[in-house]
Nanobody
């Protein structure tokens, strides 16, 4: 059974930090690009960051560039999102996503999400 389980969310004051984790199981983690996507209340999903299979390349939305860092540990089947200098507009449910295209088939898995609230 494929599972993506996010953790590490919570409430933090503006300027604070959180580290999200996403533990994967049930598929070959190291073969998948991993992303974080967030959804704020009343808004559509917003892509946040992606890291490629080996961890060599990562990309960020302009809204988080310079503040968030994505990383992965393929030995632990886990992807992380270090979030620094948090702002109220970072408040959202954060989801991790595993994505792979192989032989014309797309394999796309999602976690249940973890709530991040930035408020004073």
């Amino acid at each position: 059974e494929v599972q993506l389980v996010e953790s590490g969310g919570g409430m933090v004051q503006p300027g604070g930090s959180l580290r999200l984790s996403c533990a994967a199981s049930g598929f070959t983690f190291s073969s998948y690009d991993m992303s974080w996507v967030r959804q704020a209340p009343g808004k559509g999903p917003e892509w946040v960051s992606i890291i490629t299979t080996g961890g060599d390349n990562s990309y960020y939305a302009d809204s988080v560039k310079g503040r968030f860092t994505i990383s992965r540990d393929n030995a632990k089947n886990t992807v992380y999102l270090q979030m620094n200098s948090l702002k109220p507009e970072d408040t959202a449910v954060y989801y991790c996503n595993a994505d792979r295209i192989s032989l014309g088939h797309r394999y796309d898995y999602w976690g249940q999400g973890t709530q991040v609230t930035v408020s004073s």
